[in-house]
């Protein structure tokens, strides 16, 4: 039994481990980018994908960091699981809003590029107004989740020969004054400030996919001669969007399922591997999707290839030519 513990404490420690190496080198480099290839114009998105990239590295250098040290064996009391739950419902929330912000935004830019609006609202105005709506976002986030850490505590009923192991799932547990709270907060409100905005992500994913359909025929039918940047810009996100959108529904209704329908999967061995990869997996893949957003983050990335390239073969030619050079 403690061996089997030992594995799987050991296992979940490097599951974490390496899903903290992808977060942490795919999120500053998603923010590298984006500050270098966004040109000026684009102050939306720069700040959406910037907010989204914080939120992932704070979940993996607080909540999988957390899981690393009770892994590890380090002791776990109620004040530690109230901050472990509040990261990680704070987190998971606000990657899903940002995640669906980013996707709307993106709609109604090829919204407007297949139907031009008649008139067109200026940069400054639309900036300040997403930075309110940023700041509202993250605001009724903390208001969300901080009254559900105030409900969690250690579970001092659980006793480790009458369980699986030492897991972060069964030591913590949450416990409501009553059933109304349990059953409008805990059951109904926290599902819906997730399963909403997913459900909207996918409505709107299709509205993504009738749109492009719509800007195919009429780019076949001639009415668009050519693309600038800020249109390359538009179709490259939303194509790589559709792509997101299935990762990050999947990655939650699967831990869903296995946490809330599942009540007592939590309590086998390679529960704590498989339910960290499915809550942390959003958080390490989706900045190496956002990054090819922009396609001069491609651009930038050959061109600095090349360069290397081109470098050492000119290197090797001039060292070839001083040795067989007959002026030598």
Not at 101 to 110: G, P, T, W
Request: charged letters at 15%; aromatic letters at 14%.
């Amino acid at each position: 039994m403690e061996n089997m513990d030992s594995c799987i404490s050991t296992l979940e420690i490097v599951v974490c481990s390496i899903l903290i190496a992808c977060s942490v080198i795919g999120n500053p480099l998603l923010i590298y980018f984006t500050k270098r290839c966004f040109h000026d114009k684009s102050r939306i998105p720069l700040i959406l994908i910037v907010n989204l990239a914080v939120i992932h590295l704070l979940y993996n250098l607080v909540v999988n960091v957390l899981k690393i040290v009770y892994a590890s064996g380090i002791t776990l009391d109620s004040n530690r699981c109230k901050v472990l739950v509040f990261f990680t419902n704070l987190t998971t929330s606000l990657a899903i809003w940002f995640t669906l912000y980013i996707v709307v935004f993106y709609s109604l830019k090829l919204c407007r590029l297949v139907h031009p609006p008649a008139e067109a609202t200026t940069t400054v105005e639309c900036c300040r107004c997403h930075l309110f709506i940023v700041g509202i976002l993250w605001i009724a986030a903390f208001a969300f989740c901080c009254p559900f850490s105030l409900y969690t505590g250690k579970n001092e009923g659980y006793m480790k020969n009458e369980s699986t192991g030492n897991f972060i799932y069964t030591k913590c547990k949450t416990e409501y004054k009553n059933y109304q709270v349990e059953f409008f907060y805990g059951r109904l409100f926290l599902v819906a400030i997730d399963l909403l905005p997913l459900l909207t992500m996918l409505l709107v994913g299709f509205r993504i996919i009738q749109l492009l359909c719509e800007y195919k025929k009429a780019a076949y039918g001639g009415i668009w001669v050519g693309r600038d940047a800020s249109e390359t810009e538009v179709l490259r996100a939303c194509k790589f969007l559709l792509l997101l959108i299935p990762v990050i529904i999947s990655l939650w209704i699967s831990n869903f399922i296995l946490i809330r329908c599942l009540k007592n999967f939590k309590f086998k061995y390679f529960a704590p591997p498989v339910l960290t990869i499915l809550s942390s997996g959003y958080s390490a893949v989706s900045p190496y999707f956002l990054m090819l957003i922009n396609y001069k983050v491609i651009v930038k990335v050959k061109c600095f290839c090349y360069k290397a390239e081109k470098k050492t073969v000119s290197l090797s030619t001039v060292s070839t030519s001083v040795d067989v050079s007959p002026y030598a």
